[in-house]
Each structure stands twice: as structure tokens, then as C-alpha cells.
């Protein structure tokens, strides 16, 4: 705890806070990339402190925020199988597809089941050899090394009921394509879980082309307010390259083992984003070498492609040009209990974060 209670110091928040706002010259557009991050901001109040020329951003990086309605309307269609189980993580069975979601096929009879680990949807297909057990990939970097490993196990055992839809996604291409499109944006504070996994060079790339800093933070109070302080410094001398605040859990090179297992199991593959389209290698699929296990090619079920709901603007919000305030439907027809979009469902996404602390700053 006390460890803990030094990144969350009131007197150490609020003294670099107050830096920040000194520092500040000309209004700033930072953009917060991880969806632990916006989740922090919101719950600390950081916006708050914060001197209204400091304008902060959420961006995609929330997984359940960005995996298309198409993916969703694919697991609907295995789950109406025969003898399938999707075994997923909870988060994803809530997210309404373009005519139903998981909860509600659940509710209709399918076999659905919550585990919390990639592994343990293993667990379920070697305990059920009757059975085909699907278990949806989804998350960044961070994730897809577990779901890696889970591929690899499946093929030490020799199992031919165990399968995975990977919506696995990386971070760059989507950071890369919001400044393409034009959004404003002074500076990246980069996710701490997925630079964990991958350290810090791969936004080299962003941070010179563009000019434009990527500081890899942490999650607690102080980590964020260091990490704004940090691109704000840079955004003031007009340079941009990448720093690591959160130096107690990244190391430059990443966990190179990990990349390892990650770059065996997946290669890229061009993927659907909400809100940004279609990016160019910002998705991972199962390699040639684990495509036995690719629910994609086992199950050989077209969807037609969905459009959002009427009336939710989580693209926009996922881009940073909105905040969930300015949704028409937010927290009114739109609630956790009864989510219209995607962002309203994971803990992580903007809508369901400021519903839960009615942020009213943006
Ligand atoms: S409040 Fe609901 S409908 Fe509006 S953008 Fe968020 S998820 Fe979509």
C-alpha cells in the first residue's frame, strides 16, 4: 500500500499539477491512448486540476471500444451452432451486435460461458471433447502474448476442438491514422501494459515523423500528471520523441520473450477499426503454422456488414473530436445497464467511465 499511496500523494499531485499549469504556454491537445488511462483520469479528478489550456483527449485504446459490431454478429452466428461454447471474457458478451448480442443468445439457450483467462477457455475445450470451443481474441499487445500461449498449448496437446477468432489488434497503426486524419494533437501519453510487452521504439516512428512527443506513463496519479508535464515540456520546445515515465515497469526493449511467442503465433493483417476504418497491419491473425485453430477458417460463416447504432458517436469519441458528453444519448436511452455502443460496455471505455464519474469538464 504504501508503495501505492506515493503515486496517489495529494501534496505530490497537486505540487505537479501546479507545475504543469506554470509550464503551460499555448493551448495543448494531449491524448491519452490507453483505456486504464482515461479510467485514472476520471476516477482522480486530473482534468480537474488541470488548466483549461490542457486539453485532454481520450483515444482508442480501449479493445472492447474498438472491435467492430461485425465481429460481434460472427460470434452470434457460431454461438447459434451445434455443439459450440464461446468461452469469453465478460466484458465482450454485453456489446450489442447489429441484431443481438452474446447476453442475449445466452439468455436464448446458447452456451456461453465467462472465463477469465484465455487458458481456462482451454480448460473448458479439454474437459468438452464433444464440444468446438471458440474463444474470441481481443486486446492489444498486451493480451496477445496470453492468447499466443494458449495457441501454442493447444497444439502441444493436439487438440482439433479448440479454436480462436482473434481480433487482436496494435497500437501504432491507429495512433498513426488519427493524426493522418487530421485530428489535433500535441502529444501521445502512451499505454504502460501494452509498452510493457513492446517497449518504447515502436513509436519512434510517430514521434519523429509527426513531431510530436509519445511519453509512456503509468496509472496512477503522479505517473499521469509526470507524464503530462513531460510532453508539455516537449510540446514547449517544439520537439517530439518518445520518453518513458513509467520506468518501473518498461524497459526500452520490451519483454523481448514475449514478442517472441507474439511475433511465432500471429502475423499482421489489415483490420477494422471503429471509428477509423480499415488500417493496414494493425491486426494480428494466426500464422500458417496455427491456422488449424482459426475459427475464421473452421467455421466458414460470412456476416453482412453492420452499421453503428442510430444516434451513438463512439467513432468520434474514439478519435478524440467528442466526449461522451456531447452524445445525445448518453446516460439518457444509453446507460451501462443498457448500452447502446460499445464504449458504454467495458470498464475502459470513455462512455461507461464518465457515466460512472459524470465527468462534465472535457
Ligand atoms: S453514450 Fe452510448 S450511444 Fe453515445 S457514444 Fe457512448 S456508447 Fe455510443
Not at 491519452?32 to 482515461?38: N, P
Not at 504502460?192 to 515502436?202: K, L, R, W
Not at 520537439?239 to 514478442?259: D, M, S
Not at 456531447?326 to 436511452?333: D, I, Q, R, T
Request: proline share 5%; glycine share 8%; charged share 25%.
Amino acid at each position: 500500500m504504501k508503495y501505492i499511496d506515493e503515486y496517489r500523494d495529494k501534496d505530490a499531485t497537486q505540487l505537479i499539477a501546479n507545475e504543469i499549469n506554470s509550464a503551460v504556454k499555448d493551448d495543448v491537445a494531449l491524448m491519452e491512448v490507453c483505456g486504464g488511462h482515461t479510467m485514472s483520469m476520471q476516477r482522480f479528478g486530473l482534468r480537474s486540476m488541470l488548466s483549461d489550456k490542457v486539453k485532454l483527449l481520450s483515444g482508442p485504446g480501449c479493445p472492447v471500444c474498438v472491435t467492430s459490431i461485425g465481429f460481434i454478429d460472427k460470434l452470434v452466428a457460431y454461438s447459434r451452432l451445434d455443439n459450440v461454447v464461446i468461452a469469453t471474457f465478460g466484458d465482450l458478451i454485453r456489446v450489442p451486435g447489429s441484431t443481438s448480442s452474446l447476453e442475449r443468445e445466452r439468455s436464448n439457450g446458447a452456451d456461453i460461458r465467462v472465463v477469465y483467462s484465455s487458458l481456462e477457455a482451454l480448460g473448458i475445450a479439454v474437459a468438452n471433447k464433444d464440444k468446438y470451443v471458440i474463444f474470441p481474441g481481443i486486446g492489444f499487445e498486451t493480451t496477445a502474448p496470453t492468447s499466443a500461449i494458449t495457441v501454442i498449448e493447444a497444439k502441444s496437446k493436439g487438440l482439433k476442438n479448440f479454436f480462436m477468432l482473434s481480433s487482436h489488434k496494435v497500437m501504432p497503426p491507429a495512433m498513426e491514422a488519427i493524426i493522418v486524419e487530421g485530428v489535433k494533437i500535441n502529444g501521445y501519453i502512451c499505454p504502460g501494459h501494452v509498452s510493457a510487452i513492446t517497449g518504447s521504439e515502436m513509436y519512434e516512428p510517430i514521434a519523429q515523423k509527426h513531431t510530436i512527443g509519445c511519453v509512456i506513463s503509468g496509472f496512477e496519479p503522479v505517473d499521469l500528471l509526470q507524464s503530462i508535464y513531460m510532453l508539455i515540456k516537449q510540446s514547449n520546445s517544439n520537439i517530439g520523441k518518445v520518453e518513458i515515465q513509467y520506468k518501473r515497469a518498461v524497459k526500452p526493449e520490451g519483454n523481448i520473450k514475449a514478442k517472441e511467442i507474439m511475433n511465432r503465433v500471429f502475423v499482421p493483417r489489415d483490420d477494422y477499426w471503429r471509428g477509423l476504418g480499415v488500417l493496414p497491419c494493425s491486426g494480428l491473425t494466426l500464422s500458417k503454422e496455427f491456422e488449424e485453430f482459426d475459427a475464421g477458417k473452421h467455421f466458414n460463416i460470412d456476416v453482412e456488414v453492420a452499421k453503428e447504432p442510430k444516434g451513438c458517436i463512439c467513432g468520434q469519441i474514439l478519435k478524440g473530436l467528442k466526449t461522451p458528453n456531447e452524445c445525445k444519448l448518453f446516460a439518457s436511452v444509453c446507460e451501462p445497464s443498457s448500452p447502446v455502443g460499445a464504449c458504454m460496455v467495458s470498464s475502459e471505455g470513455s462512455c461507461a467511465t464518465y457515466y460512472k464519474y459524470r465527468v462534465r469538464k472535457g
